[in-house]
């Protein structure tokens, strides 16, 4: 047996049901449009069932704005964010947060994070690129943390590494260790 809701608008969707055995055709309601919020927010984009989904753009009361994929309200998929600062992060999203692959960019000194996000923070293989050089290497906690090197401009690197700089001393308020790089001689690049 088959149930059809003709009441509803928008693509059909069959599921099935395994304790009754039948199927159930429900619609999918999507749309396009834009939303003005109470506090200057402002969404213009893709809907699926009264949420963002899909592609669109989030203007924020402070200035910031997101452009890119959402999935059940949230940042989710490819999107660029613009912060009241200035700074931007272009990349992956997953649930709201940073998650996957992306370069993050500060405003102020033009520097960039370029590689893997997990929740949020910087994890993994990645590197910060300043004007006269770069660090790359892995991190930890949104902090680099171990075997790394810096490469500089003018045609020369260091190896080394990031190690947590007091042992005895706690975070600092946000969570954040106080690191040290131990450096090694610089050598010539080849």
Known sequence: MKVTDTQTQGPAMERAVP?????????????????????????????????????GTFYFPDGSKYEGQFKADLRHGFGTYTYPNGDTYEGEWEEGLRHGQGTYTYAESGAKYIGTWSRGNRVGDGKLVYADMEFQGTFVDDQPLGPGKFVFNRGYEQAGEYVVADTSEEPEEDGQRNMRWVGQSLSALE
């Open 19 to 55: 304790s009754c055995q039948m199927a159930i055709r429900t619609r999918v309601t999507t749309s396009m449009g834009v939303y003005q919020f109470k506090n200057g927010a402002r969404y213009e984009g893709a809907y699926v069932q009264n949420k963002k989904d899909g592609e």
